[in-house]
């Protein structure tokens, strides 16, 4: 039987996997485009993204254009988590169709 302990419980939170698979679409993301995408408050994307970063997942830069805007990126850690996540999802869809 499959060690379900081995799912990153960092990462397979609903709304933190949403913002791991959109970071991994692309080099990084907005804060304005991932609330916009996810449909998410202010808050508790900062909550998620926050903890995701306290893990070392995800990156955060700052810029100014026409207003101060935070960019999303994710970490090589939060790359290789999240590869690693995905690989043991695979794990338990294959143990499922046994």
């Not at 679409?25 to 903890?51: A, P, V, Y």
């Given at each position: 039987m499959f060690n379900f302990d081995k799912i990153d419980k960092t990462i397979?939170?609903?709304a933190r996997l949403s913002i791991m698979t959109l970071l991994a679409t692309r080099e990084c993301w907005s804060f304005q485009?991932?609330?916009?995408?996810?449909?998410?408050?202010d808050?508790?994307?900062?909550?998620?993204?926050?903890?995701l970063y306290d893990a070392g997942l995800v990156s955060k830069s700052r810029e100014h254009i026409d207003r101060p805007q935070t960019n999303y990126a994710m970490t090589e850690k939060g790359k290789i988590s999240y590869q690693e996540y995905l690989n043991l999802l695979e794990q338990i869809?294959?143990?499922g169709k046994n």
């Amino acid at each position: 039987m499959f060690n379900f302990d081995k799912i990153d419980k960092t990462i397979h939170e609903k709304a933190r996997l949403s913002i791991m698979t959109l970071l991994a679409t692309r080099e990084c993301w907005s804060f304005q485009d991932l609330k916009t995408e996810l449909k998410m408050s202010d808050g508790n994307l900062i909550t998620h993204l926050r903890i995701l970063y306290d893990a070392g997942l995800v990156s955060k830069s700052r810029e100014h254009i026409d207003r101060p805007q935070t960019n999303y990126a994710m970490t090589e850690k939060g790359k290789i988590s999240y590869q690693e996540y995905l690989n043991l999802l695979e794990q338990i869809i294959k143990t499922g169709k046994n």
